[in-house]
């Protein structure tokens, strides 16, 4: 049971866009620690996509984008191609420890 | 450029023992955090420790305490994870993992991992 929540899977087809949600608590998210989002690719390690809730890495599409509200947080994927097929992870801060959602499966339609 | 590499990785009776290694390069590894995260097969992703910068600090998840040990040498640029009485959940691949350093802690750079099976 992952301290953050997401859904397990979520799908869209080429040129749509499609949100996942990253729900915490009021001892995490809510206490004001940032969210972050990672994207692991198969049989691959996991990438930074978005970190402290809205700022994109260097070299991430701009149609990658996340944002924050109370306890919870959300990343939108617009115009989804089928290289943005993978799992989809929440980070963030709860009692002294990094704590992660327990991961979405993105398909591509 | 940033570069992770993991190793030590193996098959181990439950109970055994094995130290992992990561050998950094392409950065000041004296300057930053780092922390290793594992992923059992077909699981998510479960961070397991970090350790500041000069060793000073150490963190760890409670499922391993007082079972793993991390440490880092400077010198050799190098991370490592001490796993004793190991269990059949841990059980995993391990990352190692920078964090850059802001205001909020995630990891900016990740290894290939080293998958570690712990079976009779």
């Known amino acids: 049971q992952s301290v953050l929540t997401q859904p397990p899977s979520v799908s869209g087809a080429p040129g749509q866009r499609v949100t996942i949600s990253c729900t915490g608590s009021s001892s995490n998210i809510g206490a004001g620690y940032d969210v972050h989002w990672y994207q692991q690719l198969p049989g691959t390690a996991p990438k930074l996509l978005i970190y402290g809730n809205s700022n994109r890495p260097s070299g991430v599409p701009d149609r990658f984008s996340g944002s924050k509200s109370g306890t919870s947080a959300s990343l939108a994927i617009t115009g989804l191609q089928a290289e943005d097929e993978a799992d989809y992870y929440c980070q963030s801060y709860d009692s002294s420890h990094v704590v992660f959602g327990g991961g979405t499966k993105l398909t591509v339609l | 450029e940033v570069q992770l590499v993991e190793s030590g990785g193996g098959l181990v009776q439950p109970g055994g023992s094995l130290r992992l290694s990561c050998a950094a390069s392409g950065f000041t590894f004296s300057s930053y955090w780092m922390s290793w995260v594992r992923q059992a097969p077909g699981k998510g992703l479960e961070w397991v420790a970090n350790?500041?910068?000069?060793?000073?600090?150490?963190y760890y998840v409670d499922s391993v305490k007082g079972r793993f040990t991390i440490s880092r040498d400077n010198a050799k640029n190098s991370l490592y994870l001490q796993m004793n009485s190991l269990r059949a959940e841990d059980t995993a691949v391990y990352y190692c993992?920078?964090?850059?350093?802001?205001?909020?802690?995630?990891?900016?750079?990740w290894g290939q991992g080293t998958l570690v099976t712990v079976s009779s």
């Open positions: 350790i500041k910068q000069d060793g000073s600090e150490k």
């Open positions: 993992a920078r964090d850059p350093g802001y205001s909020s802690l995630f990891f900016d750079y």
